[in-house]
């Protein structure tokens, strides 16, 4: 594809693997699980608890939560971040977690071990040549209306700023469906795969919206060839201030990735 020349495949096929504790992205099958926002200290350590007892290999939590309405829940910022950096400390489990302003790049850095870039921030090209320059791993989540050729010229921003290490994420794209909260684009995880040396993710819970649809979701994605899942969990789904009709129990969290992790081994097993 014309112009992107740092995320193409090279003709040696080499991908790219992201080394974050003990999880390798890309080489690894790696499972990002946790609460849509961090909202007290003891959710997200009871949360964080979990997402390590479900195999979960790294905590996702939202400090800053860029909302459709200005009146919900934007995130408790600092204090949230400092809350993500406890759970780490008592689970060892990494951190990611978005940012929203080019501003906050080089603090939200001290806490976060892989940097998220949401969809509504995909093309916020100020803060892509911000994380750029940073030393973070950053995990481009695709734009809601974006074609794959324009998520991979902004992975091709982060790039070119001089930072290697970027990590695709599929989150659903917006279609003429209603019934579900977005449209999970599959196909793109293949397509991915033609054509960059980038790890691909995919976030099901964005991607559906519905709890009844996030376990064949996930499975569809191993099958697909997906390098990890990113998975919201909630320990008290009821009570939570932003997505609480797409985040799991712990339960059903555990229900899951023992399914995901079966899956992923018989499919390994068919290469060998």
Request: glycine share 8%; aromatic share 6%.
């Amino acid at each position: 594809m014309k112009n992107l020349k740092l995320v193409k495949l090279n003709d040696f096929k080499e991908r790219s693997t992201i080394k974050i504790g003990d999880s390798t992205i890309g080489k690894d099958f790696v499972i990002i699980a946790g609460p849509c926002s961090v909202e007290s200290e003891e959710q997200t350590m009871q949360t964080a608890e979990a997402v390590k007892k479900g195999n979960g290999n790294m905590l996702r939590g939202g400090a800053f939560k860029p909302r459709t309405s200005p009146y919900d829940f934007q995130g408790l910022g600092l204090k949230g971040l400092k809350i993500l950096e406890k759970a780490k400390e008592q689970t060892g489990l990494p951190i990611v977690t978005e940012v929203i302003d080019p501003r906050d790049v080089s603090w939200v850095c001290e806490y976060a071990d892989i940097l998220q870039i949401g969809a509504r921030n995909m093309q916020n090209f100020s803060l892509l040549k911000e994380v750029g320059k940073s030393k973070k791993p950053i995990l481009l989540k695709r734009g809601m209306y974006s074609t794959l050729r324009e998520w991979l010229n902004c992975a091709e921003y982060i790039l070119a700023e001089g930072n290697p290490d970027v990590i695709l994420c599929e989150r659903g794209i917006r279609t003429f469906e209603t019934y579900t909260r977005n449209t999970l684009d599959l196909s793109i995880i293949p397509a991915v795969k033609e054509l960059t040396h980038l790890p691909i993710m995919v976030d099901p819970s964005h991607g559906t919206g519905k709890l009844s649809l996030i376990e064949p979701m996930c499975l569809a994605s191993v099958a697909a060839g997906a390098d990890g899942l990113l998975i919201e969990v909630h320990i008290n789904p009821e009570e939570a201030k932003s997505d609480a009709d797409q985040q799991l129990t712990p339960e059903q969290f555990y229900s899951i990735t023992e399914k995901v992790l079966k899956l992923k081994k018989f499919i390994d097993s068919l290469d060998s």
